[in-house]
Every structure is written in structure tokens, then in C-alpha cells.
């Protein structure tokens, strides 16, 4: 192994590869990939092949550090691949970029670099750059290489996307553009359905990419009309169609009819995007990489600007439109709304898998309506649920306890404050920045009618400390409570002559905003995940009387456990009770063993709903579309094969969500029975006797090969 050791300072050692070594490298596709052949290729074309990284990344809309990787790997790799020599420096440590470049240090602290002279032999010996062009044949074969080439920016696009979409998961198809077939010839993102969409098409031998703004369909979400779904994006393009990023990319040719976008009704389609030609079918390198880097760059951080601010237009919205409740088109979705606002309570039962949870979700959506989501558990209890005693450590580190607000008290208050429009919508907020700024600059006030200066700082515990300038200087707490009651509700509970005028500093010198609440019939949704598997008396105490549909408002009115401890403030001082516009959704599996402890008299104060595997299979929609047709089948028959087993019933079927993991597998229904389906049927099917033998009559109906005469089809 011949090591070639590189001064300090020196650019320019002997060449190790020759000109014939050249050639057969780049004549190797299995070692060349496109990465590989766009880096070489774009040194090569500038002026005596040599220019900087920095330069570069400029001329192709990238960063310098993708055309320093490919190098450097491309580099490694072919070091690696001869295994002849290595070229390290004097510490010895590799120095890649000297196998395959010379350079120069140039202004700006920047290195120049030139492409080896039998590298450029070499080139030029195999029309390097006309023979690198894509082979386009197919708009597949292009998606393909676009996401093989953008694998590592899809990881990130996937998870923006999440959080733009507010969707409960990522695709993990891996992909970015999914191909439909071999006769389609053009393509969005996956699960772009009903938002803004990245698109490419092929026809007419050019090449169109761009974000594109889609009114023709919607496969799902039917709650809106398409031009409905896409209307905020459209605006929120509009808005910004003069900006720098937008003039940007016009600079580099793309367009769109704005007054199509504008006027753009049901059915309609509008594309910011840019056309590549091709020539008989091949696209040259550099045009394909511009592709590629607008799709990773530019385009890239307009869309998220775009997605961002539709999503502020449509909260807007949804917030000015509060009172007028959008019909609910969905009928699963409308049956459980007609059934929680006749009843107040709703259980949705079911097979595990069929979405309960996430159906309740759907549903405060459409209300509009502000949730919260509890999981219950075992030892979950009254003092979690309602209040209780909670340990506290003083400044002076002693322990003892305070009562606490449980979650759903705290929520109850929520709503109230909503129907008595008392509801501040940033207090927390300007609390928090109020306190740092008090600990960083001290503050000094006057009380109201005395005229006394007192001083106030913050404690442990996030509270104010008014410190009058008398001899004592005795400390008075003003809890964080304090200050909010008298914002939302005008009344001083303890320490009038410090509350106002802490009050009245935060009133002057910060931003306090007010919820809007003018809707004071706003629905709050509390949604009990996994209800049963709390002991529902323990949990909820004399709140078993409030709870009922009937007894909602002052009505239901109960006096807790611990109404001796309330302090003034406390709004449900004279009594708890659940507001009428605090509505309840339980989830449970019936077949789970602890659904014995949801008694009869509880049973009655909630209406019930089954959600059936066959109700759900929407949930695929956009995220295992290539494989649902057989999913659709292997779920009806393993399903069925379950019913037909003694001591087993619909409640046991397996969900669909289950099958959303095969996006983990690429579509393996074998990894899917094996990982998750396997362990759950031999959970139903423990004590059997012949447990071994059903599970493969399970496994053969899953895999679609049970028939009819079969003797496992009895039970």
C-alpha cells in the first residue's frame, strides 16, 4: 500500500490514478451515481475546470457542503475501491479531495479547485457529460431516481409535513413523489392529497415540477368541499407573491397564472412550477440536479411558508366563525356527534385498533371545540381527576401539603370561564416574562390609597413578594392565582393594597389579551382514553351524581371531599359541578379484562357506540394506499375467521390500524402477522386447548388460504 503524504500548504501532490484508471471509473455505473457524475460534471464545465465550492453552490442553487460531500465521498470510496495507495497528511490523517482535485488557496479564505489532469483526459475521452444525461423513459423512472437522490431530505420533508398537517404520524413510505403506475405521467407527494402539493409530470417531452395548488378531488377528509380544502393555501400564496422567495424562484422560470389562481373554482388546478425540456428523452445532469435542489431548497422553504401561514388564516377563521358550526358530511363522524350532544356522554367501544381515540379527535375538531385528552390507568384516582393533597416544599425547606387542582376541575374552570367570557388567552405567557423581568430588574410600586412604596420580587415558587418599606418589612405573598382572578373576573381575593397595583403594572406595560369568547356555548370535549381501566367510583367520587346528563350547570352542584380547604378564589368554593358545555368521551375495548369495573349504574349515564373494524377503513387512506386492496381482504377473512372460534365475537376482531404498520414493513403482511397480529390472537386464544392449532387456522385465513371445507373453519 503506497502512502502518499501531503505537506501543510500543499495542494498539488503527485497524481495517483492515471488517465486509463480514469476511464474505467467512470465507466463503472455500479460505482458512479448521480451525485458522483453532477459534482465532477459541474467542475469540469467552468473555465479550465476549477472554481470554489462556494461559487458553485451559488451557480446551482445548493449548498457548498453537498458539493464538498460528493467529492469527498466519491473520493473515500475510489481510494477504497483501487486499494493501491493512500493519501493522507503529515498527522495522518486522510486528505480525500487531492485524489480526485488540486487547489489553491484564494481570497476570502476560500480554496479553489481544479479537476486532475488525467481526469479531464478522461472526460473528454468518453464525452463524459452528453453520456451522463438521464434515460427519462417513464415518469416512474424519473420518481424513482428523485427519491433515491433526495433520500435523507425526505426524512426531514416527512416530519415537517407532520407537523404542518397536524397529522397523528408521518408517512414512512420513504418516498417523496409516488408513482401510480407505469401509464401516469405525473405525480404529488405522498399523502398531499387536500393541502398544497409538491408535483412533477412528464409529457409532451418536458419535464414540469413545482408546488401545485389541487381543487379537482379529495379521496377523503370529506368534511370540505376540494376547493374549500385548498382555498387557504391559494390565499396564503397570494399574500406572498411579491416576496423574496417567491421573486427568487420566478428568476429561475417559474410561473403561474394569477388570476387563474385567484379565480380558481371546484375542479380546478393551478402549478408554480417550471418546465425542463428534454431531448429525445434525456434529461442532462445539470438539469436534473436543478431539479433536485429546488425541490430541497427554495421550493422547500416556500412551501413551509406557504403551509404556515394557511394555517394561520385557518384558525383565523375558524376562530371568527365560531358560532356557525360547518355541517359534518362524514357519517360515522355525524352519527357520534348526534349522539354526544343528545346525551352529554358517550362511550366508544370496539375491537382494538378501529381508531376510537382518534375519532373523538375528529369530532372536537369539527365542534370546533376546545379538548383534552386523559388516559386512565390503575392507579389513577380521585385526587388526579378531582383535587387532592399534594406535598410542596417551603423557601425555608420545610414539606408540607397544598390542595391541587385535578385535571378535570382544572377543565371545568376552563369552560366556565369560556360561558362567563373571563377567559385571558396569553396570561401564562405574560406571567412568565413579567417574573424575569422583575428577577433580572427589580420593580418598586406604591399602593393605590396610601401612597406607600413597597418593593416586589419573586420567589421560589414563582409567586410575587410585596416587601412594604416600613421597619418590618413584612413580606406579603400575591399568588399567581391572585393576579389572574383579578384580570378575569374584577375581584380582589387577599391583599387588595398589593394586588391592584401589581395588576395594574402588568395591565400597562404588557400585551394581556382576552380569549374570544364571545360564543359562550363554545364546546369543551373531555375524552377519557382507556376508561375502563381506571375503578370509575374511585376515580370520580361524588362527581358519580354530576355526571349525569341531567345535571349539568349549578344544578349538579356537589360538595367535594375537600370544599373545608378551598380558598376564596376557588370558583367552585360553594360547590363543584360540570358545566353544560363540558361534553365526555370514554374509550374502551369491551374485551379487555378490566371492563368489570364499569358498573351498571355508570353504564347509564353514557350512551354507547361500536365502532367496527369495517367502519374505520378510511383511517389507510393516504398512508398504505398501494397495499390496501389486499389489506381490505385479509382483514374481512382473518376477522371472520375469529368470530367462527367458540368464546370469540366481533369485539375480538383485529382493527385496521393495525395494518397502517406496514408502512415499517415496505408492505410485508408477514412481518405484520409475525411482529404485531401473532401476539395479540394468542393473547385471545390463551387456555385454549387447541390454541396452537387455531392460531395457524388464524395465520392460514390472514394469508388468504383457508377454505370453506377446511375442518379449523368450525371453531
Known sequence: MQKIIVKDGDYNCPPPINKQDWIEILSDDSFMSNNYKFALSIFYLEPDHK????????????????ISGFITQFSARLQGKLNRFEVIKEDGSPNWWLITMTGKKVAGGLFEWRLRDELIEAIIDLDFID???????????LVN????????????????????????????????????????????????????????????DE???????????????????SLEHIKPFVEAFSSIQNSDIVNTLRNRDFEIDLNS??????????????????????????????????LKGDLFELYKRIFEIANKLTMNNQSSNQNFQQPITNSLVREISELLLANKNLILTGAPGTGKTYLAKILAEAWGAEYKLIQFHPSYDYTDFVEGLRPIKSEAGEVGFELRDGSFKKFCKEALKYQNNQKLSNFDEIYQKFTDDVLENGLQLITPSQKKPFRVEINSQKSCTAIPDTVKQTPMIVTKSYIQNYFETGEVIDWKPYVIPVCEYIKANYDLEMANTGDKDKRFILILDEINRAEISKVLGELFFSIDPGYRGESGKVTT???NLQTEEDVFKKGFYIPDNVYIIGTMNDIDRSVESFDFAMRRRFAWKEIKSEDRLTMWDGQIDEWSDEAKQRLIVLNKAIESIQGLSAAYHVGPAYFLKLTNYNGDFDKLWTYHLESLLCEYLRGYPDAEQQIQGLKDAYNLRLGSNDDRNDG
Not at 149 to 161: A, C, H, Y
Open 131 to 141: 453520456s451522463s444525461q438521464l434515460n427519462v423513459d417513464s415518469l416512474g423512472t
Open 145 to 204: 431516481s428523485i427519491n433515491e437522490d433526495l433520500s435523507e431530505f425526505i426524512i426531514g420533508f416527512r416530519k415537517t409535513r407532520k407537523v404542518l398537517s397536524n397529522k397523528e404520524r408521518a408517512t414512512t413510505s420513504g418516498i417523496l413523489f409516488k408513482n401510480k403506475g407505469d401509464d401516469a405521467d405525473w405525480a404529488i407527494n405522498e399523502g398531499g392529497h387536500n393541502e398544497i402539493q409538491y408535483h412533477i409530470f412528464l409529457r409532451d
Open 561 to 563: 371531599q375537600y370544599a
Open 261 to 294: 389562481l385567484k379565480s380558481m373554482s371546484e375542479g380546478g388546478y393551478n402549478l408554480f412550477g417550471r418546465v425542463v425540456p428534454l431531448t429525445d428523452s434525456k434529461l442532462p445532469l445539470i438539469d436534473y440536479y436543478g431539479i433536485i435542489n429546488d
Open 51 to 66: 472554481a470554489t465550492c462556494k461559487y458553485l453552490a451559488e451557480k446551482y442553487c445548493t449548498h457548498p457542503t453537498s
Open 207 to 225: 419535464v414540469g415540477y413545482g408546488l401545485g395548488f389541487n381543487a379537482q378531488y379529495v379521496p377523503f377528509n370529506n368534511d370540505k368541499t
